[in-house]
């Protein structure tokens, strides 16, 4: 998980939500505060997605990206129910192919190799200053994952299962994604969210 300062009031509502999800069960946790010092200059967080996905997959047989606009609300869930004989976890998006927001990959050669070519890409984009700006990751996954025959309605799941838009949300979904929106009205929608999901935890324990 990656969130920077001035995202701060509605980063660290999803990143206590991620962590009591991930310590429920046993997931490693990787969490960047600001961008590091280390990784490609010139990107905001979005972008680094690449880089940080190829630089965690040796560690884990699955790797996660999970965008800090997203929140885990029925935490009783196991992610393992979505992985079987696949070898990517993506979600289809209302209006794109497929959202980055919420993006897993399986440790193999041929998932480092497309990401390697995603991150040299976005390497070449000249204009990478916000989420937005020259069409966002997005643009650059859904070009480089279609080549490669990996975004194909067969690779991604539906967005009511994975990836929920927040309008779409119910009481038991799994991950929803409060995307699009101010971000004082996105913090404060995401500090209700957490609040429904200690509930929901609660009720079911």
Same mark, same amino acid.
């Given at each position: ?27 490693? @946790? ?40 997203? @929140? ?9 129910? @979505? ?72 690779? @991604? ?49």
């Amino acid at each position: 998980m990656l969130y920077t300062p001035n995202i701060r009031a509605y980063g660290a509502i999803a990143e206590r939500n991620l962590r009591r999800y991930c310590a429920r069960h046993g997931y490693a @946790l990787h969490l960047y505060r600001d961008v590091p010092q280390e990784s490609p200059h010139g990107a905001s967080g979005n972008w680094l997605k690449p880089w940080v996905l190829r630089r965690h997959m040796p560690q884990h047989e699955w790797v996660f990206w999970i965008d800090a606009d997203v @929140l885990v609300i029925d935490q009783s869930m196991l992610l393992e129910r @979505l992985l079987d004989n696949r070898d990517r976890l993506i979600a289809m998006d209302m209006s794109w192919q497929f959202n980055s927001g919420i993006m897993g990959f399986r440790r193999t050669q041929a998932n480092f190799d497309v990401l390697g070519e995603v991150e040299q890409i976005i390497g070449g984009v000249a204009d990478k200053s916000s989420t937005y700006a020259s069409g966002g990751d997005q643009d650059t996954f859904i070009k480089v994952l279609t080549r490669h025959g990996m975004a194909g309605d067969p690779e @991604l799941v539906d967005c009511i299962t994975l990836n929920t838009p927040y309008q779409l949300q119910r009481a038991d979904s799994f991950m929803v994604h409060y995307m699009h929106m101010w971000p004082s009205l996105r913090a404060l929608a995401m500090h209700h969210g957490d609040l429904a999901s200690q509930m929901l935890t609660e009720r079911r324990a």
